[in-house]
């Protein structure tokens, strides 16, 4: 089978692992999460790959014995619901482009890492897998959660330490798909991600006055939905005003009653951008109005800062060596920027990285329809090569 198409299928495999039967949802550490690394386990160990599971979880794979070791790597767990491919293929791509380089012994070491954790649905807690191998995951101060389901995995905690990259890696590359329009838009295979933008994400608590709805005049009442509603509006306006993503994503309503003038309201702020600077002053703009909007209505207006991670860049010298490969296997060079967060941005703290992204048909990801093309995977896999090749040159 043409190592594409092998590729899909094993994504495709992967998906019906899942807590949900007709869904796809695989979440950190959960029993579906033993097939997965049973079924990659199983391809990397006839590929010659020495392979283990980490403290945290992570399945990994090493191919070779040289002095240098390239990562490739992404994430095995899902949101509810998922499609077959967000951070998976990258995962498979790495294994399928061990396969396609032979049986020849590359000049350097090529570990292919399945991250047990991304999402964060099952703790609230991202990037438990890549901050893990980064060594940027500390024991102490961990949600005892997420200690006890490493144990009931049958993992030991306090070997995290041990999870974190050897010495000799000189840099990871993570495939994945786009999850956005951009490419297929330009009618374009792959891109080189420059950069991932830096997120912020707020809670927001609007606590009004619930009272009857049919007895309370307009004029006096304290309607947190409606001071919520109203901001949601601003979010959007500052966001077309500033070139900011921001995304109020999940509401909250008490007593949610439909005769009941809300008394309680709790909505989320997503907000990116590829300026810090720019987001932060985004962000406080958004704050202020929603404490003028509460001030106006009689509403009292709590806020709590969730996350607010900085702009990551790709090393330039791995980035110039992927748009190198591109351009060497035959596909045009097209340099973008992320807008979504992906375990690169962990992995870019400990060493130089590098990203490749797939055409993502329809633009759709988090989602069941989520798809990819068959010649975009396979022209991941040719840039892939060419990639090693050209880190073999340079471990000369």
Known sequence: MPSAAKAIEYCRALAKFSEEPGRTTRTFLSPPMRDAHRLLGAWMERLGMRVNVDAAGNLRGVRGTGNR?????????????????????GVVLGIALIEAIGKRAPGISIEAIGFSEEEGVRFGVPFIGSRAVAGTLNLEGLDERIVEAIRAFGLDPAELPTARLAADAVGYLEFHIEQGPVLEHMNLPLGIV????????LNFAFKGKANHAGTTPMAMRHDALAAAAEWIGRVEKLAGEAGLVATVGSIHVEPNATNVVPGLARVTLDARHGCDEKRRSSVKTLIGAALEIGERRGIEVEHTEKLDRPTMLMDEGMSGRLARAVEKAGFPVHHMTSGAGHDAMILAERVPAAMLFLRSPGGISHHPDESVRVE???????????????MERASV
């Open 376 to 390: 975009d995977v396979e022209a991941a896999i040719q840039t892939g090569v060419q990639f090693v090749v050209d």
């Open 69 to 89: 070791a390239l990562v490739i790597g992404s994430h095995l767990d899902t949101v509810p619901d998922a499609g077959a491919f967000d951070g998976i293929l």
């Open 194 to 201: 420059d950069g991932i933008v830096g997120q912020s994400r």
